[in-house]
């Protein structure tokens, strides 16, 4: 089965997800990273491929794009670091990133290696629908890689069924009509749109994403969804003082308050 | 063959719609009403009266009676030039400023490089009074003063974008970026035939007037309506796709495209997509693209800030690999020597956009009874401060 699948059957609340850019703060921090979220009681990890032109990221995640490129992280130096990760590692790993650096990486190598290291999803934000279903599905599900979509405030009753209809592991909930970045609290029109998104009864649970950055937000998210995905705000928590280690553990405490 | 673009937004392998989630509500809904509102009377009325009334449409199409003595065949300018602000962009700014109305949008924004877009684009909303913010590579703020103060003076607000390389490519990121964070009242008029369907169809049919225009133009001139060669530089390419756009399907035509090899394709410094990339995916196409191996975008150079772009239309891709169009290039200095050339041989300060396609004169073999149209796609008033440091070396 599926990491992401027993996540979500074993545990039904307050799932912490946690993004962060590989390559960044420093080129050899991936492993370090992703081994210390665990061990600080992260529930999933989003490791996220850099890429020159982020379009969907706000100005901190754009920031540790350029940084982790000047470090010179790239896929290939990504699936080295996260080789055996499985003998260390054991919640569920998903790749994030945009599209070029992977179809470029090539479709069928890019789903096998992550396949050999053990990763369980992918979120590729701006792959179509549609050329997913085509192009990619077949691929993403010959290698057990779950294939996770974004839902914004925007997107239709009808849309957001037909993408919870494609879906397995979760629906990635975009928390307000914006870019990635850090927000102060959440609105009520976004709790609306969380109270309507937990009545259409969807199949596959859902992580709230995008503004999370604090306890407080991610309380108030909790309460609508399964989980939350914080990018940013642990991003900016990165370049604090202190070891990788320290600055971790203090993070996911702070959040879980 | 079918130089149209599919159902699916595609031609060929090239363009689609590689966007966010935040972003499907709006394309979706420009997917679905572009097209009716192209064919709709109201709205072809209003476009046609302000081509003619406003932008000062058709433009001449000139016969350069120096330029034809010194290359011994027929050349023949078209003269966007002498559209308002100054460039073809206009024709696309007020055919899209009328989808928005259509639309119910209430704020635009858009990118710019050279400034000609933004200028056009703040034109556009002067005229119908919306709220206007452009985005601009900080470079781009410096090297095009002029068309800063323009859009300042027109009442946008101009954003300079300090990603990047700070140029066009971050700018239309940066443009991205303002859409997803404005989803309901904003629409995003891009500059060129460039981001995810139906974009690149949309500016080509708006564009397409320049060579419906040529066809009745070359017609009174030379009594055909086919000319020999037409000739056009390329960014993102849309006053290339505006004057192909009618002889796409008259395989005699030669179709030439320009892109600017900056200080030579080899040299590291160059914005020659066709040369230098391969097919990727940037601002929401699938499109050949300047990339390294990892697919990273490599960050172009021109000393032309409307052709420091790394990718192109995906209808071009699509143009290229089939052979229908030739890409050729030019560098920074033919630019420049066909810049300063057209000077004084016309009185006629081109932008050094256009001036690429000016310098392809020097590289192909005309016969004397050939027709050949060189599309001036802008003005060089915005170029005058770069023009100026070249002087002595070129005259
Ligand atoms: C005068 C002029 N020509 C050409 C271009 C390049 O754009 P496109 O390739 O879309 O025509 C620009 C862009 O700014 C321009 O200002």
């Known amino acids: 089965m599926n990491r992401i699948n027993k996540l979500f059957e074993n545990k039904k609340q307050e799932i912490l997800s946690v993004y962060f850019t590989a390559g960044y703060p420093g080129v050899n921090d991936t492993r370090e990273i992703i081994k210390q979220l665990a061990e600080s009681g992260a529930d999933l990890v989003e490791i996220g491929i850099p890429f020159s032109d982020p379009m969907a990221d706000g100005p901190v995640i754009q920031k540790s794009n350029d940084k982790a490129l000047k470090n010179g992280m790239s896929l290939r130096l990504l699936f080295e670091q996260l080789k055996d990760i499985r003998a260390e590692v054991n919640i569920p790993l998903v790749m994030m990133g945009y599209i070029n650096p992977?179809?470029?990486?090539?479709?069928?190598?890019?789903s096998e290696k992550c396949h050999e290291t053990g990763i369980d999803g992918i979120i590729l934000p701006d792959l179509p629908f549609d050329v997913y279903m085509q192009e990619y599905k077949q691929v993403f599900d010959r290698f057990n890689l779950h294939n996770i979509f974004l839902i914004s405030?925007?997107?239709?009753?009808?849309?957001?069924?037909?993408?919870?209809?494609?879906?397995?592991?979760?629906?990635?909930?975009?928390?307000?009509?914006?870019?990635?970045?850090?927000?102060?609290?959440?609105?009520?029109?976004?709790?609306?749109?969380?109270?309507?998104?937990?009545?259409?009864?969807?199949?596959?649970?859902?992580?709230?994403?995008?503004?999370?950055?604090?306890?407080?937000?991610?309380?108030?998210?909790?309460?609508?969804?399964?989980?939350?995905?914080?990018?940013?705000?642990?991003?900016?928590?990165?370049?604090?003082?202190?070891?990788?280690?320290?600055?971790?553990?203090?993070?996911?405490?702070?959040?879980?308050? | 063959?079918?130089?149209?673009?599919?159902?699916?937004?595609?031609?060929?392998?090239?363009?689609?719609?590689?966007?966010?989630?935040?972003?499907?509500?709006?394309?979706?809904?420009?997917?679905?009403?572009?097209?009716?509102?192209?064919?709709?009377?109201?709205?072809?009325?209003?476009?046609?009266?302000?081509?003619?009334?406003?932008?000062?449409?058709?433009?001449?199409l000139y016969r350069s009676a120096r330029l034809s003595g010194l290359y011994n065949t027929n050349i023949f300018l078209k003269r966007e030039d002498l559209a308002h602000t100054g460039a073809h962009k206009i024709n696309n700014t007020i055919g899209q400023i009328l989808i928005a109305q259509?639309?119910?949008?209430?704020?635009?924004?858009?990118?710019?490089?050279?400034?000609?877009?933004?200028?056009?684009?703040?034109?556009?909303?002067?005229?119908?009074?919306?709220?206007?913010?452009?985005?601009?590579?900080?470079?781009?703020?410096?090297?095009?003063?002029?068309?800063?103060?323009?859009?300042?003076?027109?009442?946008?607000?101009?954003?300079?974008?300090?990603?990047?390389?700070?140029?066009?490519?971050?700018?239309?990121?940066?443009?991205?970026?303002?859409?997803?964070?404005?989803?309901?009242?904003?629409?995003?008029?891009?500059?060129?035939?460039?981001?995810?369907h139906p974009y690149p169809d949309m500016v080509t049919r708006l564009q397409a007037v320049i060579s419906e225009e040529m066809k009745w133009q070359l017609k009174e001139h030379t009594g055909k309506e086919e000319p020999d060669y037409i000739i056009a530089c390329v960014g993102g390419g849309s006053n290339a796709a505006g004057s192909f756009y009618h002889y796409l399907d008259k395989p005699k035509v030669k179709l030439?495209?320009?892109?600017?090899?900056?200080?030579?394709?080899?040299?590291?410094?160059?914005?020659?997509?066709?040369?230098?990339?391969?097919?990727?995916?940037?601002?929401?196409?699938?499109?050949?693209?300047?990339?390294?191996?990892?697919?990273?975008?490599?960050?172009?150079?021109?000393?032309?800030?409307?052709?420091?772009?790394?990718?192109?239309?995906?209808?071009?891709?699509?143009?290229?690999?089939?052979?229908?169009?030739?890409f050729d290039h030019a560098t920074d200095d033919e630019a420049l020597k066909a810049a300063f050339q057209l000077t004084r041989t016309d009185g006629i300060i081109p932008a050094l956009e256009s001036a690429h396609a000016l310098a392809l004169l020097n590289k192909i073999k005309f016969?004397?009874?050939?027709?050949?149209?060189?599309?001036?796609?802008?003005?060089?008033?915005?170029?005058?401060?770069?023009?100026?440091?070249?002087?002595?070396?070129f005259i």
């Open chain 1, 102 to 110: 992977v179809m470029q990486y090539g479709i069928g190598r890019f």
């Open chain 1, 153 to 257: 405030p925007q997107t239709s009753e009808r849309r957001i069924k037909m993408i919870d209809e494609a879906s397995n592991g979760f629906v990635y909930m975009v928390s307000s009509s914006s870019t990635t970045g850090i927000r102060g609290s959440i609105s009520k029109e976004q709790e609306d749109y969380f109270v309507r998104l937990r009545d259409m009864g969807l199949k596959n649970p859902k992580l709230i994403g995008f503004g999370i950055s604090n306890h407080k937000t991610y309380a108030h998210a909790c309460k609508y969804a399964q989980g939350v995905i914080i990018g940013s705000a642990f991003i900016k928590a990165l370049d604090g003082e202190g070891s990788l280690k320290e600055k971790i553990t203090r993070f996911v405490k702070a959040i879980r308050g």
């Open chain 2, 1 to 60: 063959m079918n130089f149209n673009v599919d159902e699916s937004g595609f031609y060929g392998e090239f363009g689609g719609a590689f966007i966010p989630e935040m972003m499907y509500p709006n394309i979706k809904e420009l997917r679905e009403q572009y097209l009716k509102i192209l064919a709709d009377k109201s709205f072809q009325d209003e476009l046609r009266l302000l081509l003619k009334d406003y932008a000062g449409r058709p433009t001449p």
């Open chain 2, 102 to 196: 259509r639309l119910g949008k209430t704020r635009i924004i858009a990118e710019t490089g050279a400034g000609q877009h933004g200028v056009a684009t703040a034109t556009v909303c002067a005229l119908k009074g919306l709220k206007c913010v452009v985005y601009m590579g900080k470079l781009d703020v410096e090297r095009q003063q002029p068309n800063v103060l323009r859009m300042k003076m027109l009442g946008a607000e101009v954003v300079p974008v300090y990603s990047g390389n700070m140029t066009l490519k971050d700018a239309t990121n940066e443009a991205i970026r303002d859409w997803i964070n404005n989803p309901v009242d904003t629409h995003y008029i891009i500059g060129s035939v460039v981001g995810p």
């Open chain 2, 256 to 326: 030439i495209a320009v892109e600017a090899s900056g200080k030579g394709v080899d040299s590291g410094e160059s914005a020659a997509t066709m040369v230098l990339g391969r097919p990727g995916v940037l601002h929401g196409s699938r499109t050949m693209l300047m990339q390294d191996e990892d697919g990273q975008v490599i960050e172009p150079y021109s000393i032309s800030a409307g052709l420091d772009y790394p990718g192109i239309g995906p209808m071009h891709s699509f143009l290229f690999k089939t052979g229908r169009v030739i």
């Open chain 2, 367 to 393: 016969k004397p009874d050939d027709v050949v149209v060189v599309n001036l796609s802008g003005r060089g008033d915005k170029d005058l401060a770069t023009y100026m440091k070249y002087l002595d070396s």
